[in-house]
C-alpha cells in the first residue's frame, strides 16, 4: 500500500520499503505501510512550503474555514468505515472508536469555524503612526502523533494548523496510522491544494528524527514520551524552532471524605480502564482520605472486577494494548508490583474467546502502594490503577503533586473552598472537580506542566500556538 502522501500524490518510499501492520487482537500482520526516511520527509517539507507560496497560500481564512468544515462533513460520512479502520488497527471497543470518530469530525468543526475569527490588534502610538499587531502561521508546521488515539490526535494538531494557514506534514505512529492514512483520503476528496497537508509513515528514529531536525520547518508538534519529547526539543533546539510538546503523566484522583462517592466510582474506573489505560491523561492514581479509605476502595474493587476486556467486536470495556512491546512493558510493572508485595485488590477478567495470541492485559488495582514505589511515580501507559491513602488537604496536595508530571487531576468532594483550594494548588494542566474528562472536550486547553510538557493544544489557545505575531508599524506623516 502506498501510504505517502506529498503535494497531493500517493507514492511508496523512495526506498521502496515497508513496515507490517499487526492486528493487536490477533497479533498478526494484516497489512503494511511505507517505511518514509529522511528522503520523503525533505519531498514533503519542500512542498508544503512550496503550498505556502502557492494556492493555498492564497486561500482566505474563510475559505480554508470552508475546506476544514467540508472535511469534516466527509468524516462524518465515513464514520463507519473509519471507526472499523481505528478499531482495527488500535483494538479498542468499536464505541470507543466510532465516539473517536465524532470527536476528529468536532476539532476540523471547531476550527473551521474558527478560522476566520481571529483578530489582530491596533495600537495605539505616536501621533502620524498606525500600529497593527496582527496573527500569521508559522509556515511549515511539522506534526509527531502517537498510537492511542491516532485519529483523535491528527485532529486536535492538524486542524489548528490548516484554519491558520500552515502547511503541514504529518508523521503519524508506526504502531498505529491506518485512521491517518484514511483521513488523509479525505482531505484529498474534500479538495485542499496540493501540499497543504503531507503524511510520511515510518519509523520515529527515521522519518520522525528527519523531519523534527529538517532545517526548513518552522514549528513542532509532538505528542508522545516524555523520552521522545527530549529528543524532539533537543532536535528544534538546533534550528531555533519552536515546540509544544504533549508528553506523558501520572494523573492523580484525589477523594475526599465527604465526596459522592457513589458518583465518584464509576468514573474513576473508567477513567484507567479507557483504552486499555493508554491514555496520556488516565487517572491512574487513586488517592483516598484515610477515614473512608476502606469503605471507598471497596466499591471500586466491585467495580474492577467487573471490567472486561476483548477484541473491538465484542466491544467490552477495553482491548488490547498496541503491540507486544507495550504489553511487554505492562505485564513488566505488573508483575514487579506484585513480586514486591503490592496488594491486588481486584483484576478484571480477559474475555475467553479473546484469541491467546492478541495482546491483552487483565486490568489490575493494587492498593496501600507506598508513595517511594515505581508504581506510584511512572507512567505504566495501561490498565492499573494504584491506590494511597492520604490524611488530610495538605497531605492530598504533597501526594497529587509528588510526581515529575503534571497533565490532568480530579477532585472528588462536595466541599466548594476545598474545591477551589485544590484547583488552585494542585500541579496540572487540567483540573477536573467531581468529573474527570481525561483530556476534556475540543473546546478546553489542554497540555501538561513539568514533565507532562509545555504549550497547550485545543481550543482557542490551540490557534495561538499555530501561529506567530507581526507587528507592523506604518508612519503616514
Ligand atoms: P513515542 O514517544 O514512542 O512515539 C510518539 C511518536 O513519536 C510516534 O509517531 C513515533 O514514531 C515518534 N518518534 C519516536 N522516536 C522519535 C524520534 N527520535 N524523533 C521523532 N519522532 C519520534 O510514544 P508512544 O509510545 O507512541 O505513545 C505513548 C506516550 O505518549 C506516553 O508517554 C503517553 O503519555 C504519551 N501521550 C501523551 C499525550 C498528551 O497529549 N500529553 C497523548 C497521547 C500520548
New binding site residues.
Partial sequence: MSTIFINGKWADAASGESIDVINPSQGEKFTAISRGKAEDIDRAVLAAQAALEGEWGRLTATERGRLLCKLSQLILDNAEDLAQIEARDTGKPLTVARNDVKVVARYFEFYGAAADKVHGQTIPYLDGFNVSVVRVPHGVTAH??????PAQ?LGRTIAPALAMGNAAVL?????ACLSSIRIVELVEEAGFPAGALNLVTG???EA??A??AHPKINFVT???????GV??QEATARNHVPCVL????KSPQIVFEDADLDKAAPQIVRAIVQNAGQT?SAGSRLLIQESIYDRFIEKVARLFAEVRVGTPEMDLDCGPIVSARQQKRVRGFIDEARASGVPVLAEGKIATDAPSSGFFVAPVLFGQVPRDHRLACE?V?GPVLSAMPFKDEADAVALANATEFG?AAGVWTENGSRQARMARKVIAGQVFINCYGAGGGVELP?G?MKK??HGREKGFLALEEMSTIKTVVQNYN
Avoid: H, Q, R
Avoid at 144 to 149: E, L
Avoid at 222 to 228: A, H, I, K, L, R
Avoid at 246 to 249: A, C, F, I, N, Q
Fill in positions: 509527531i502523533i502517537p498510537w492511542n488515539y490526535m508523521k503519524p505512529s508506526e504502531d519509523f520515529g528514529y520522525g528524527a523531519l523534527t509532538f505528542t508522545g514520551s516524555p523520552e521522545v529528543m524532539v504533549e508528553l506523558g503523566g496520556c507512567e501507559f497533565l489542554f501538561g507532562s510538557g
